[in-house]
T-cell receptor
């Protein structure tokens, strides 16, 4: 397996534009997580899914953020409209029941909003 | 929202020295405590983990110490090497997969 695949690796966009980040989890994993990493706040859990169903989205900063998982092999995180303070590295990770804390992270998407 | 507090923010250690990173938590529902290692440009990767019914776990040069009553745990890296230079995150887990991370510690091991 190629691991968790995220795209794009880098995204530069103008304030007010819509941004869509994509993630393909490891096949067979039934948990998918979206994290945001910044220097100030470290790794923050935004939302996670179990069997494609959102379980906890309390970390989503505001209504501008939305996440979907239409099937077991694909998820998106959308920001609309984007703001400069959304600039961060966004990680997708996948795991499975009984993994005991072992989550497999993608390479991340570095988002810059200018 | 930081449910796991981690310190220090950065750490510089000489080669061969001991690196110590500390974490504390409040939520007693946490039932598993992993540590992750992240190199620049990469996603975090699991390094070592411990359950709260164990006071210490060692894997090679890496040791986790756990104090359940104090709700604290720490990572010790013995004989630190320049290749250990990375950012380390402690984490706490509940509901089997709901994982919350500390803010991270940037470790630099000088040759």
């Amino acid at each position: 397996d190629a691991g968790v695949i995220q795209s794009p690796r880098h995204e530069v966009t103008e304030m007010g534009q819509e941004v869509t980040l994509r993630c393909k989890p490891i096949s067979g994993h039934d948990y998918l997580f979206w994290y945001r990493q910044t220097m100030m706040r470290g790794l923050e859990l935004l939302i996670y899914f179990n069997n494609n169903v959102p379980i906890d989205d309390s970390g989503m900063p505001e209504d501008r953020f939305s996440a979907k998982m239409p099937n077991a092999s694909f998820s998106t995180l959308k920001i609309q409209p984007s703001e400069p303070r959304d600039s961060a590295v966004y990680f997708c990770a996948s795991s499975f029941y009984g993994a005991d804390g072992k989550a497999f992270f993608g390479q991340g998407t570095r988002l810059t909003v200018v | 929202q930081q449910q796991v507090k981690q310190s220090p923010q950065s750490l510089i250690v000489q080669k061969g020295g001991i690196s110590i990173i500390n974490c504390a938590y409040e939520n007693t529902a946490f039932d598993y405590f992993p540590w992750y290692q992240q190199f620049p440009g990469k996603g975090p990767a699991l390094l070592i983990a411990i359950r709260p019914d164990v006071s210490e776990k060692k894997e090679g040069r890496f040791t986790i110490s756990f104090n359940k009553s104090a709700k604290q745990f720490s990572l010790h890296i013995m004989d630190s090497q320049p290749g250990d230079s990375a950012t380390y995150f402690c984490a706490a887990l509940y509901n089997n997969n709901d994982m919350r991370f500390g803010a991270g510690t940037r470790l630099t091991v000088k040759p």
